[in-house]
T-cell receptor, first 115, second 114 residues
Framework: GAVVSQHPSRVICKSGTSVKIECRSL??????MFWYRQFPKQSLMLMAT?????????EQGVEKDKFLINHASLTLSTLTVTSAHPEDSSFYIC???????????FGPGTRLTVL | QKEVEQNSGPLSVPEGAIASLNCTYS??????FFWYRQYSGKSPELIMS????GDKEDGRFTAQLNKASQYVSLLIRDSQPSDSATYLC??????????????FGQGTILTVHP
């Protein structure tokens, strides 16, 4: 149990395009999902908290107009990187919080490369 | 500023030995503590969670929590080469607006050599 999927696993795009990343909890409901970014040899940095049916809460320094988050159902959250630039190239990882015990389970991650 | 500190390593132990990973945190309001394992290029995988003082054992893994000292550790017994990875300590507060938000340490790189 506690499986979280992410799609796509890898994406390469041109500068200026938008990229949508999906995060799904497959066998449990997640009222809260989190989006992280991890640069090489660094730890995970929380970008935003996504709550089902409400607006996402962004961490300080994260541009909400650039990183659009939608949490339309109890099992799906999406992150859209708008007008991506090379500095947005990173490993984006979502996690879903299981309501019963507050444990978080991570998706496999999406490696974004912006040319 | 809330912080989670780990001994960055790298930590190298021989196969079969005990690996000891340590973590301290600054927010006394923290209530949930987690250890994740992350292989290179992969996302973190939950190994252990611990919520109350003392030890919690799961197979070869033992997590230890001391809230008074704001210290949490992970022991890996009978270390195997497949345990070689980066181990992340994560801490979550009790509630409020930060409920469920994890703060990660910088990770400890563990290498288990045959």
């Amino acid at each position: 149990g506690a499986v979280v999927s992410q799609h796509p696993s890898r994406v390469i795009c041109k500068s200026g395009t938008s990229v949508k990343i999906e995060c799904r909890s497959l066998d449990f409901q997640a009222t809260t999902m989190f989006w992280y970014r991890q640069f090489p040899k660094q730890s995970l940095m929380l970008m935003a908290t996504s709550n089902e049916g409400s607006k996402a809460t962004y961490e300080q320094g994260v541009e909400k107009d650039k990183f659009l988050i939608n949490h339309a159902s109890l099992t799906l959250s999406t992150l859209t990187v708008t007008s991506a630039h090379p500095e947005d190239s990173s490993f984006y990882i979502c996690s879903a919080r299981r309501l019963a015990d507050n444990e978080q389970f991570f998706g496999p991650g999406t490696r974004l490369t912006v040319l | 500023q809330k912080e989670v500190e780990q001994n960055s390593g790298p930590l190298s132990v021989p196969e079969g030995a005990i690996a000891s990973l340590n973590c301290t945190y600054s927010d006394r309001g923290s209530q949930s503590f987690f250890w994740y394992r992350q292989y290179s290029g992969k996302s973190p995988e939950l190994i252990m969670s611990i919520y109350s003082n003392g030890d919690k054992e799961d197979g070869r893994f033992t997590a230890q929590l001391n809230k008074a000292s704001q210290y949490v550790s992970l022991l890996i017994r009978d270390s195997q080469p497949s345990d070689s990875a980066t181990y992340l300590c994560a801490v979550a507060p009790a509630g409020g607006t930060s409920y469920g938000k994890l703060t990660f340490g910088q990770g400890t790189i563990l290498t288990v050599h045959p």
